[in-house]
């Protein structure tokens, strides 16, 4: 049954840049027919959050409702949804529109919309509030093609960081053909890198853990990896020269990384996800002496996070998981700012009240 209207519901938020999350109540629009109204279990809370509640980015918007790593059941459904039912596990990644219309969208890669996409939240929207919010909430409304299937075999809580940090790094993989044969090396132990580990280490491939935290390194092979690269280790970095395939770079900071880039054989990539911003001093010699490149990847079109939800249900590929209460969600951003977070929070909706 479709109601004609959403009560309002009880969700965490940053009222100004740099505040500290505190809890406010929001409305969400009505369900309408190509919409799904899902009660949220579960969020994973990523750095893009920090970023974003920082204004990073000189984009935020406020208040803001973080969250973009959602996983809730379906309430209702409008009349010309037919392919969910009530009470159906589904997932909302960083995505909630696009313009379905351009080559980008056309391709169902709706994360380089030209037209421009439609963030699960801070972005404008016609909803009450006028802005999206995310899924430090208790309830979500969203179109349809924006909402995947979560594979019931999979933890729910464990499987929430899959909607931004497992696209994000399976895409990637996939596009440069990641599989058996080839060495991979994922730069960055957190929420994106260890997702990256468990994809390419199920995906086939050799895969060695580049980290600046040597005591990582233990965690690192249990979750996948063959080998550990401790990067202030100029030794190993300088014996590591040219042996790899492909290079995931999920450092969130400005960071030197004509070092990483020696690491590529000929004609290979270092793809990088971490959102830095403006980088200073590209060294050209590793790119020139080797062909190499560098590239960068924005998530995942839903198609894709589709696929990747898939292979996540057929591998059990989860992430390793923190669940938090929400109270503490201020105290988990400082950790998570001191990369002292094993290796996802995420939230327990329930605590929401
Ligand atoms: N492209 C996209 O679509 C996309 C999607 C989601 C997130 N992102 C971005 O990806 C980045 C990573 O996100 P995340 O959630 O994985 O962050 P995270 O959980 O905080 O992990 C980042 C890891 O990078 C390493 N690191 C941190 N500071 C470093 C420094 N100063 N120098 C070298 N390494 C450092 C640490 O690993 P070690 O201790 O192992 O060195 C840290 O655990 C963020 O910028 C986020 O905004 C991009
Ligand atoms: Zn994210
Ligand atoms: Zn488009």
Redesign the pocket.
């Known amino acids: 049954m479709n109601s004609p209207f959403v009560k309002p519901t009880p969700a965490f938020a940053a009222s100004s840049a740099r505040a500290r999350l505190a809890p406010v109540t929001i409305e969400r629009r009505a369900v309408g027919p190509r919409d799904v109204l899902i009660d949220i279990d579960y969020c994973g809370?990523?750095?893009?959050d920090?970023?974003m509640v920082n204004n990073d980015w000189g984009m935020s918007a406020f208040p803001m409702v973080p969250g973009h790593e959602i996983i809730g059941r379906v309430v209702t459904t409008g009349a010309e949804v037919t392919d969910l039912v009530p009470g159906q596990r589904t997932g909302v990644g960083?995505l909630v529109d696009s313009c379905r219309q351009c080559e980008a969208c056309e391709d169902h890669l709706e994360?380089y919309c030209a037209k421009g996409f439609t963030l699960t939240y801070s972005s404008p929207t016609r909803d009450p509030g006028g802005l999206t919010f995310g899924g430090y909430s208790k309830q979500i409304v969203v179109d349809r093609n924006y909402v995947v299937k979560v594979p019931e075999n999979l933890d729910p809580a464990a499987a929430a960081p899959l909607l931004?940090?497992g696209?994000?790094t399976y895409?990637p993989l996939v596009h440069w053909k990641v599989g058996p044969g080839m060495t991979v090396g994922v730069?960055?132990?957190?929420?994106?890198?260890?997702?990256g580990v468990k994809f390419a280490h199920a995906m086939g491939a050799r895969v060695v853990?580049?980290?600046?935290?040597a005591h990582?390194g233990e965690d690192?092979r249990r979750l996948g990896a063959d080998e550990v690269l401790v990067?202030s280790d100029a030794q190993a970095m300088a014996a590591s020269m040219g042996r790899f395939d492909f290079l995931l770079n999920?450092?969130?900071?400005p960071?030197d990384f004509n070092a990483y880039m020696m690491l590529l054989k000929r004609d290979c990539t270092m793809c990088?996800?971490?959102?830095?911003g403006p980088t200073a001093n590209l060294n050209t010699a590793p790119l020139i002496m080797g062909r190499r490149t560098v590239a960068?990847?924005?998530?995942?079109g839903l198609k894709e996070t589709q696929e990747m939800l898939d292979f996540a249900g057929r591998h059990n590929v989860v992430a390793d998981v923190e669940v938090i209460d929400i109270a503490t969600i201020n105290e988990a951003y400082g950790r998570?700012?001191r990369?002292d977070?094993k290796?996802?929070f995420v939230i327990d909706v329930a605590t929401l009240g």
Request: aromatic share 2%; charged share 5%.
């Open positions: 809370v990523c750095h893009s920090l970023h960083c994360q931004c940090a696209i994000t895409s730069i960055g132990l957190g929420g994106l890198g260890h997702m853990m580049i980290t600046t935290s990582k690192a990067s999920t450092i969130p900071v960071h990088i996800v971490g959102a830095i960068g990847s924005l998530i995942g998570m700012q990369s977070v290796y996802r």
